[in-house]
């Protein structure tokens, strides 16, 4: 065990993280990285596909930056986002971002006369070098900024509790590096939460295979308000096969120089979704596609797991490959591109919910504790967002820090620390290995806190999970040693799911009507009336207890008070 | 319109790929026989090697997984961890060929293992050239270190003015290709002259991808690039094109970024491609390689002092001092010397 002492913990090394260090690192400020997969190689980040055009940058006009603030308000975050900080991000993102990556090298995709390509629309977009892959050179450019500015990181390396000062403050963080099985204690004078969107906790799930929602575990085991935790966003095509694809995604995007998009068929062939057609102003048409196929499953003709198709069939080779990965997939199995539509299926994607902050520094309702990007529950994800909270939370870590604050190593935290994970490393019960019980409880989430959710079905689904917290203390891992032990680390993980599952299915049962792509069959309508707020979840001695905060809607107002949701466009 | 649904045969069923020429084969309609070779619940033998615990000798362990739909090595893999082998220890987390973290050995060939198709018997075993951790996990320190020394980002020259700079995708044709680098280490593994160990400074395919980004990117400063070209040992390189082959993401490594830089490397850094003007100024003038002269060229008169091996090629006939003291030409001189120009004559 050894002690590392530092002025800022980060924990994720994503968009959010690495952007929050770097400008914490230009302010003098030391930060080191904990990241529990390989910094801008693991995450949500990766997948960015392209970055959305905001304001009147490249050419955007007055209604195109209107549409994209509209777009985000509207179909990403169903109002339920804080306007103002949406405002100030966009002007944002228009004035620093894309020039400061530019600068930095980022390859804005070019054609040969030189004009950046965009894909056309009402919302304009441009990729980091080839669409469906912009985020990878995106965040290698990232970890080679970190590298440059010498900022510490710890990778493959798990945060597994929040250490606490005597006052209650958050000061420092206890983590796990499974690859040597060593383990630290970060003393820092704030922690910074940047865990991600996007967590497996369903059968099917976007999030890569770290990502087992520790932000929220920890954020709520230190005391941390959350919200809307219901609010679980899906991806509606992903390949249906093979299992490991399950985040591989038929994009129904615009596309980059084409006035086409994918399109999707039932499994009569019959066409029931098409973007550019069905909704321009839908840019990442994620929700409207959801309840298209709710449609299709309630009138028989495809399922959340499978039986409809996705594709290009309608576009030529060349309109689709020029500028975007999207004929990959096919291509790798050896499927006629782009005639071949491939089976699709339903992934549960970003958490639109998480941690509540304050979106003016990021701070939590922890003192010491900030979250930032997509753990935060102030909105759904992009990745220019997930930036802009990295700069925000900076200068709130920046403020807060300036008054000193002795640091004091929790001596008793830690060793209690080291005894929970020996003794999970050394579970040598007569029950089911971690892994086992990991994926037992993603079958639980997805049969009965998936698409289409009610009340009797998620008491059910608490029930289930009740029981299988009997299990925890029985596991059984194979090898107890402690280099590259997945198995300990599955360990760690499954205590984390499990308590956060049980967070997302009190808070789906609290909000009663169905919101976008929150679908609940015992309340379907949209109610502005009632629920045009957050549904805020906080810690009490006996347990949990729900508040309601509405939003304010200083740009953009639903218009209705109550409508059927899948009559509602967004 | 072509649905594939399960069980829909894509194609005509063609024997086992040998694992080796895979590189060769990936056409079309043999990837499409590969993905459809095998029917669901169909036995797989796969062999896994593992590291002993707690020491010893690594032990092969077999495992027979049931075939599912399009199935990648990686599923097999997941397959084996949650229903016999929970404590196998392999590293990914993607599982959409963007992370670059899944990269083994499949049948004595480097592939990423989200991304390839099962094979009906396959022998996995860890990446070369890295040290194995555990299983299949290596550790990627040597190659991080690497790429870290390289400094492979941008100085510019002029001052960044404002966005969108001026930039042609045509300027950007190879940077761009190196662009796609997922950094899985496959043509690391693959390469032979980074399993030569220490006895070349060889910087290895994969970092040298990392630094083509920003080396081959216009934006970038000469000197910039010169210094970090200088630590690569670029020429160590032999144009074998083992890392293109298994390159996943199809990067020409060889062809599009290798040799660009070594192009770069003679303009920036002549002193580092000696050996490889003196053998293009050989050829040039003499229409044919001697080794003869090439060495003399490289070592100078150092080359006399190994009296042993000098013998050792003058039996075996692979140098022939009179004809290199003579300078004698080949007939193919003339038509050398116009193919690589008069600038190499006189190297």
Known sequence: ?570 | MTLASPGDPLGPVSPPVDGRRLGQAEQHDTLAARNSRLTPGELLTVKVRRSAVPEGEDVYQAFHVPYQKWMRVLDALNWIAENAAADLAFRWFCGSKMCGTCAVRMNGREVLACWEAVEPNMVIEPLRNLPVVRDLVVDRTRYEDKVASLEPWIERREPYTEFPEPLTHKQMKDASKALDCISCMCCYSACPVIGLGDLTDFAGPAPLVQLGQTALDPRNSPEKVRRSLELTGIFNCVSCYKCEEVCPASIPIVSRIIEPLKARTAQLAPEMARHSFALRGIVARRGRVDPGALVLRVQGLRALGKLQRILRLLVRGKINPIRTLLGIKTSAAEAAGRLLGREAEKQ
């Open chain 1, 1 to 570: 065990m050894r002690v590392v002492t530092t002025d800022v913990a980060v924990i994720g090394g994503g968009a959010a993280g690495c952007y929050a260090a770097l400008n914490l690192s230009k302010r003098g400020i030391k930060p080191l990285i904990i990241c529990k997969g390989l910094v801008g190689k693991s995450g949500a980040s990766l997948f960015a596909g392209n970055l959305v055009i905001s304001g009147r940058a490249l050419g955007n006009s007055e209604e195109n930056a209107s549409n994209t603030a509209e777009f985000l308000i509207k179909y990403h975050n169903q109002f339920l986002i804080d306007q103002n900080w949406a405002q100030r991000c966009g002007k944002w993102i228009e004035k620093v971002y894309y020039p400061e990556l530019e600068e930095a090298g980022l390859y804005f995709r070019r054609d040969d006369a030189g004009e950046v390509v965009t894909s056309p629309g009402k919302i304009r977009s441009v990729a980091a070098n080839v669409q469906g892959n912009s985020g990878v050179p995106f965040m290698d450019l990232r970890r080679k900024q970190i590298i440059k500015a010498g900022i510490a990181r710890m990778e493959e390396t798990v945060a597994t509790s929040l250490l606490r000062n005597p006052d209650g403050s958050v000061g420092g963080v206890f983590c796990l590096n499974y690859i040597t099985g060593e383990y630290t204690a970060v003393v820092a004078r704030a922690v910074i939460l940047a865990t991600g969107y996007s967590d497996r906790l369903h059968t099917r799930s976007t999030g890569t295979r770290e990502m087992s929602a520790d932000g929220i575990a920890l954020a709520w085991r230190a005391g941390a308000t959350l919200l809307n935790m219901e609010m679980q966003w899906w991806h509606t095509n992903d390949m249906a096969h093979p299992p490991s694809w399950q985040r591989m995604q038929i994009y129904p995007n615009p596309m980059l120089g084409s006035e086409k998009s994918a399109r999707m068929l039932n499994a009569a062939g019959e066409e029931f979704f098409n973007q550019q057609q069905d909704d321009p102003l839908a840019f990442g048409p994620y929700t409207v596609q959801l309840k298209a196929l709710v449609k299709q499953v309630r009138a028989g003709k495809a399922r959340y797991d499978g039986g409809y198709y996705a594709g290009f069939d309608n576009c030529n080779a060349a309109e689709v490959e020029t500028y975007t990965t999207y004929g990959k997939t096919f291509r790798q199995l050896g499927l006629p591109f782009p005639a071949s539509m491939a089976e699709t299926a339903v992934s549960s994607h970003y958490r639109q919910g998480g941690i509540d902050v304050d979106t003016t520094t990021m701070r939590s309702s922890i003192p010491g504790l900030y979250a930032a990007g997509g753990v935060g529950g102030h909105s759904n994800g992009l990745i220019g967002l997930a930036t802009y909270d990295g700069q925000v939370v900076a200068e709130g870590v920046a403020a807060d820090i300036a008054m000193p604050k002795a640091a004091a190593v929790p001596q008793d935290q830690i060793e209690a620390e080291c005894r929970r994970l020996d003794r999970l490393r050394s579970s040598s019960g007569e029950g089911p290995a971690p892994g086992r019980v990991k994926e037992d409880l993603r079958r639980i989430m997805w049969e009965k806190a998936g698409v289409e959710k009610n009340a009797s079905d998620l008491r059910s689904a608490l029930d289930d999970i009740e029981r299988l917290r009997l299990d925890l203390p029985g596991m059984k891992i194979r090898n107890a040693g402690k280099s590259a032990n997945y198995e300990w680390l599955d360990a760690i993980d499954v205590t984390n799911m499990i308590d956060v599952c049980e967070l997302v299915i009190h808070s789906s049962l609290e909000r009663k009507e169905s919101r976008g792509p929150f679908i609940r069959q015992d309340f379907p309508f949209t109610d502005n009336d009632n629920w045009l707020a957050a549904n805020v979840l906080k810690k009490s001695d006996n347990g949990l207890r729900f508040e309601q905060r509405p939003y304010d809607l200083p740009l953009f107002a639903p218009g209705f008070s109550r409508k059927d949701n899948l009559e509602v466009a967004w």
